[in-house]
């Protein structure tokens, strides 16, 4: 009863503190011919292309920061980060892009089960929350530590030609 009046307050607060036109700027997403400046069209593009640039470049992408002024069609991000990381670094990367976000949800997951299952009181679900949470951010901070390392500099040029050729 408490975790759902608490998710319930979440959602009011989300809907209440949200600024004036992000409702409709959603809707954009699922019907386009709502959007009057053509910004849904420019992302689905750039989602394309970035997918694109994946599937060219898939062991050590393009290079970390490269999507952008190089290979989007107006100097746009993705909008995507799976499909950015994807580009920029190559599918090894997003791999473990992809576990570093997923693994925390699952230990969460189990935490949750646990906890329900032995009937636990509230504070101590939100105790435990708060420590999942934590370690969510530790292996956020740790991937932005790893984005900021430039792995393919460490190859010779020769073997990054061959890995990573021209669009």
Same mark, same amino acid.
């Given at each position: 009863?408490?975790?759902?009046?608490?998710?319930?307050?979440?959602?009011?607060?989300?809907?209440?503190?949200?600024?004036? !036109?992000?409702?409709?700027?959603?809707?954009?997403?699922?019907?386009?011919?709502?959007?009057?400046?053509?910004?849904?069209?420019?992302?689905?593009?750039?989602?394309?292309?970035?997918?694109?640039?994946?599937?060219?470049?898939?062991?050590?992408?393009?290079?970390?920061?490269?999507?952008?002024?190089?290979?989007?069609?107006?100097?746009?991000?993705?909008?995507?980060?799976?499909?950015?990381?994807?580009?920029?670094?190559?599918?090894?990367?997003?791999?473990?892009?992809?576990?570093?976000?997923?693994?925390?949800?699952?230990?969460?997951?189990?935490?949750?089960?646990?906890?329900?299952?032995?009937?636990?009181?509230?504070?101590?679900?939100?105790?435990?929350? !708060?420590?999942?949470?934590?370690?969510?951010?530790?292996? !956020?901070?740790?991937?932005?530590?790893?984005?900021?390392?430039?792995?393919?500099?460490?190859?010779?040029?020769?073997?990054?030609?061959?890995?990573?050729?021209?669009?």
């Amino acid at each position: 009863m408490q975790l759902t009046l608490l998710l319930v307050g979440a959602f009011a607060a989300i809907v209440v503190l949200a600024p004036t !036109g992000y409702g409709s700027r959603l809707l954009t997403i699922f019907m386009p011919g709502l959007d009057s400046s053509g910004s849904a069209d420019s992302r689905r593009g750039e989602l394309f292309r970035s997918i694109y640039v994946a599937l060219r470049h898939p062991l050590l992408g393009i290079g970390m920061g490269n999507y952008q002024p190089n290979m989007s069609y107006r100097g746009l991000v993705t909008h995507n980060s799976y499909t950015q990381v994807a580009a920029e670094m190559g599918m090894t990367a997003c791999v473990l892009y992809t576990m570093f976000i997923v693994s925390p949800l699952r230990k969460l997951s189990t935490i949750v089960r646990e906890t329900l299952a032995v009937g636990t009181d509230f504070d101590l679900l939100l105790f435990r929350f !708060g420590s999942a949470s934590l370690a969510a951010g530790v292996y !956020g901070f740790q991937l932005l530590l790893v984005r900021s390392v430039r792995l393919e500099c460490l190859l010779p040029d020769r073997i990054r030609r061959l890995l990573s050729p021209d669009l």
